[in-house]
């Protein structure tokens, strides 16, 4: 298992209200999310399973499910998250929830899309876990986002990896297209990555 960053991502993971309120419809989270939506239907297309790794309270859910896609099935460590992802009115579509640590959960199914939006930078090691999804999820392209910056350095709930870093495990990627924006005097950027797994 990777750790999470710090002590206030293990609080809010074990408090469900302000986790929910962290989850909130944000014009930011929103803007991300249409964003995520829009590459991946340029860059893979429709149909087929699909794995949200860090699902939270199953909010992408119905992004992802309106690119229509056969199978959802959305993973969250968190026991708060799943619950209330269980209560998200999906009907008509073909929805699982399931409460697992994805960092260490061997899933027996091959999707045909594993996607993990704004998780990795929860952790400590954001590259690392990254790649330990890569290789442990069985799927046939993956997509990701971090925060990428100048230096390694952590903000409140997040770390930000350096482009040299960045840039190293992108090198082990199969076929990656990279979407990168940095908005303002912000000192690092948002990066949300397609590819095929690791070459």
């Excluded at 899309?113 to 090691?125: E, F, K, N, T, W």
């Excluded at 960045?166 to 949300?192: C, H, I, K, T």
Aim: include cysteine; aromatic fraction near 12%; glycine fraction near 8%.
């Amino acid at each position: 298992m990777i750790e999470p960053v710090n002590d206030s991502v293990v609080k809010l993971w074990n408090n469900p209200g302000e986790m929910l309120a962290m989850w909130d419809a944000g014009p930011e989270k929103v803007r991300r999310e249409a964003i995520v939506a829009e590459r991946i239907q340029e860059l893979y297309g429709n149909g087929g399973v699909i794995a949200d790794l860090g699902c939270g309270p199953g909010r992408f859910a119905s992004v992802l499910l309106r690119l229509a896609y056969a199978e959802y099935y959305g993973y969250d460590g968190s026991t708060a998250m799943i619950q209330r992802a269980k209560g998200v009115n999906l009907e008509g579509f073909d929805v699982h929830f399931s409460t697992v640590d994805i960092f260490s959960y061997a899933s027996d199914r091959e999707y045909d899309l594993a996607i993990m939006i704004d998780v990795a930078q929860h952790q400590a090691m954001p590259l690392n876990s990254i790649l330990k999804v890569l290789r442990q999820w069985k799927a046939k392209w993956y997509a990701f986002s971090l925060l990428v910056g100048d230096v390694r350095e952590e903000l409140s709930m997040s770390v930000v990896v350096p482009f040299s870093g960045f840039l190293n495990v992108q090198g082990q990627l199969d076929s990656p297209e990279v979407y990168m924006e940095r908005q303002g005097q912000e000192r690092f950027a948002w990066v949300f990555v397609v590819c095929q797994g690791i070459a």
